[in-house]
């Protein structure tokens, strides 16, 4: 097959988690990687030599274990710039999450700032929104008498841009939107957005959660186009949990009010009055998450060794492959566009005549972990008029026989339950 | 590995979910709830309707109910419906305590087949946690539901104390 | 000594960098520990088997690996509530350090709800206050336009409570406070001012990220006193980075606004609105700190075996030790009680004639690590007109052979620096 | 362990400690700034005087400082305003760039003594990362508060461009 990574085999042996087996022997199939990706070894190696031999807080101790933990946790901060190909590594903000890192602007534009949003301004986001690029927005709105609009999307799962002109007006203060649509796997034309959001002024905020596993990010050009924000999580690029990457455009992070208080954010605190720290660190408030941080700098690292462009076509070669397996499966629908050169690698489908609880019931039993649900994306599923969806995804250690044992357990499902 | 799936579909499961019993919302009722699974968006909206029994303490006349979800949660709610409907609350509510027991167990509670009838094939299901909250969901609703009931009408609840 | 661990060495096994060597050869002399702990071997172990083999979003996911992770991180959550007795173990929410904790608590109070702090409404604090403690409540007053006030303190390190009752009245909506203060060490009678603090009305927050790791904490007494919010971070009770305890009373945490929003933390979400998830859900958004969870639940299991009580009693010796070791030396001045059964195990100092960051320097080619510095704690030092100081902090596994090579150490510094 | 220490903390450093030249804080002069440290709570308020060289371009003719911290901050300081006092604002500027070099560059790069006279004592300091910051404080407040003159003053600004 065309694409696939071609060290393959070799990659594999980096997961740990790969060699586990099931209940009844099953072989571990993972196919739940938008939810969470797994760790290979030498992110784990990272975080245990950290804790076993450099354990220190950071930023504020003399002693040699603080200068190597801080010297550690610094370094991770260059290894995501370069990640992302950040103009400055002060622009990369370390979060707890993705959500956090919506939240964080979400929640400071509420407070005095050029950027403040208040009665009468609009916020502009999609219906193909994570829940944490939906929720932020809808309390931000609600709680400064803003309004909240929002692109409705076209039955082949693409972003409806048909009323733009309409949508970003002069009134809308910030377009935040999904870079990769982790239902849909729909891949948005950010760059696009954010240039005409740039005409009215607007703030332009990217999830980039489920493109940063998938796709090479160079926020040189983002930030051209007219990208002020990008986020996106530890835990979906082979990084640990705890973490989040939070970018932001010099001249927006230091407009910004301070989201957290307290810790090393500050640059003096009196009772009556405190005055905050330079970027980075006014959004790095108590101790960050240093081992993840660090966790993360290894993920980031190994990803870039293998090359996010081999990431991308091996995502593509896979993603295509189960395109045309799933189809195979009488009764079975995808959501969303089914060119694999048009999309990310998560595929939601429904299958007739049983529920997507049940569907992963029966793979479960073969050792095939997909998802089940609404994932965090209730109102994509309400547009297309399904309750929830099972959904099968992908990453680069994802080989074709476990598609194929997908749609084999795709099978046994139907007849299991005795459909069709 | 089929052992333990079974032992999670078994047939009454399977049989109650593609002809579930009392399905359907019917009048009268004095109340209605809606519950929602969030993790996986499975949705029942249920109503109660309660009456004075013979010996003055309230009594469950009817449960119907419009569910959306999977085979577990389908199902219990038919089964919920077969073992509420025509009882007197009060004995309603002690199976729901020993269905509760039972899908709490992890799959170390032995149901009890002359409470929980049809019931008792959802003893599979504790061992699965993650299928828990759907074998609760409509059981769940009719609790609430019920309590709103009681509360309602002053009457059955007079009658109740 | 009396009142040590009696299996201090076997404990000191537990503790991987103990085994440390430094520059020129240097045993680790760990003083840091109010700063951060060490972390014992399982709690590593803990997170490296958790990654290898059962890492998976969790909540969400219907699969094995998914059941797994879900339950190894709500089993965290009751071992977290067992350790602080908590009355409830849903009023136990992880977020990702202290700070967010209480930033959570202050940032929430500007919205509506019963709680909501506004115009004219008071939030009273402490001088000591480490400033997580400070800044998210300087944030909160100045944006809603209520007024901070403050206990001050008196000459020899403790709370001033004289003015109680003008600083305490009708108009306080919160008040706030650590439990033990990360400078001077001074334990707070905080049940004695939460009920007076409830007789008024207000809103009781207890900072115990100094206490946590020393006290045996008792959740059930401090909330019949009047405590509604607790709060402490992971990475002091030997628990990894990237994980916060905030423990709320249930009516109050039911009652206040949902603070970051996004995942898991909806009932239902549609475009014009969501509802939200019950507690401890609502406050937890995004993927949480997973495997920082499970790395805390393994970290109070192990002070939970060896005995909160034990340990306080370890702290106290050695923090009596150090007082008389650090009093023998010329022109040291300890700044805060020097009653060690009155006080944690947090001592700082000044050295007539030397600044802080030289006498860290010193002791840290010695091996011995300690901080110097405000400790984040500015207004507390200018209370005592120093700008910074020297701080030791003791924990589990320091021995009294350690507290002889800082007092050694601090004489040698004078030799140095050719001081008295 | 003693040798590395003594690299960092090399007689001249201590001497300009105990001997701080040119401290307190003098008029005239048009800018002054105040910088602190966060992490250690170091503070530095010092003070520019600048005047129109015999070449038109401006001349750096004072700094005054006041100055709460470690010996290296201090010492630091000491060291900056012999470097800078009576230099033209563009030969100053260059031997900031050069200090600056010195002090980023993890105690790799030689210094250069014609250049920064008693300051190559603060080339052991390099290789301490934590202490960096405490050798840069007064630097970087007097390249801010020099850059504040230039722009107060159009005379000078003007003399400049
Ligand atoms: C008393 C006190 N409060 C709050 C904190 C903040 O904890 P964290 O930095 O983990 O948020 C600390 C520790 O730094 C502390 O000592
Ligand atoms: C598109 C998208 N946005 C945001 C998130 C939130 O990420 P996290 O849960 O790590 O905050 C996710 C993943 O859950 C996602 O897929």
Known sequence: ?420 | MSTDLDSLYQEIILDHYKNPHHAGLRAPFEAEVHHVNPTCGDEVTLRVHLDDGPDGRPVVVDVSYDALGCSISQASASVLTDLVIGRPVEEAMQTHEVFLELMQGKGQVEPDEDVLEDGIAFAGVAKFPARVKCALLSWMAWKDATAQALQSDPALQEEKS
Chains 1, 3 share one sequence.
């Open chain 1, 1 to 420: 097959m065309d694409g696939l990574l071609p060290e393959l085999e070799v990659i594999r042996k980096d997961f740990p988690i790969l060699e586990r087996t099931l209940a009844g022997g099953q072989r571990l199939v993972y196919l739940d990687s938008a939810n969470t990706s797994q760790k290979p070894q030498v992110v784990i190696d990272t975080m245990v030599d950290h804790l076993e031999r450099h354990n220190a807080n950071i930023a504020r101790a003399m002693h040699q274990l603080g200068a190597e933990s801080t010297e550690a946790f610094e370094a991770a901060r260059d290894k995501v710039a370069a990640f992302v190909k950040a103009p400055s590594r002060d622009e990369i903000v370390f979060t707890k999450n993705a959500s956090e890192a919506l939240n964080l602007v979400a929640n400071t534009l509420a407070w005095k700032s050029p950027f403040q949003v208040g009665e009468g301004d609009e916020v502009v986001i999609t219906e193909m929104e994570h829940h944490s690029n939906i929720v932020p927005w809808q309390l931000l709105t609600e709680r400064t008498g803003a309004t909240l609009r929002w692109f409705g999307l076209t039955d082949d799962g693409q972003l409806d841009l048909s009323d733009i002109d309409q949508l970003v007006t002069e009134r809308t203060k910030v377009v935040s939107l999904t870079w990769v649509s982790n239902m849909l796997g729909t891949i948005n034309p950010v760059a696009e957005i954010a240039r005409r959001a740039k005409q009215v002024g607007a703030l332009v905020v990217v999830d980039a959660s489920q493109a940063a596993p998938q796709l090479p990010i160079d926020l040189g050009e983002l930030s051209a186009a007219g990208v002020d924000v990008l986020v996106f999580t530890g835990h979906k690029v082979v990084g640990p949990t705890g973490i989040g990457v939070l970018w932001g455009r010099r001249e927006v992070l230091e407009a910004l009010p301070p989201f957290l208080g307290g810790g090393e954010m500050i640059a003096t605190v009196r009772m009556e009055r405190s005055t905050y720290a330079g970027i980075p660190h006014k959004f790095e408030a108590g101790t960050p998450p240093i081992v993840e941080a660090i966790g993360l700098g290894a993920a980031v690292d190994y990803l870039g060794h293998i090359g996010m462009d081999a990431i991308h076509r091996h995502e593509q070669a896979i993603t295509a492959y189960a395109l045309k397996g799933l189809q195979s499966v009488p009764g079975l629908t995808v959501l969303g566009p089914l060119d694999a050169t048009q999309r990310g690698g998560a595929i939601s489908f429904e299958l007739e005549g049983v529920h997507p609880h049940d569907i992963a019931q029966v793979l479960d039993s073969r050792g095939i972990a997909v998802r089940a649900g609404h994932h965090c994306a209730k109102p994509a599923h309400a547009r297309y008029g399904v309750q929830s969806s099972t959904r099968m995804s992908s990453y680069l250690y994802t080989t074709p026989a476990e598609i194929d044992a997908l749609v084999e357990g795709l099978h046994h499902t139907r007849s299991y339950f005795k459909v069709g």
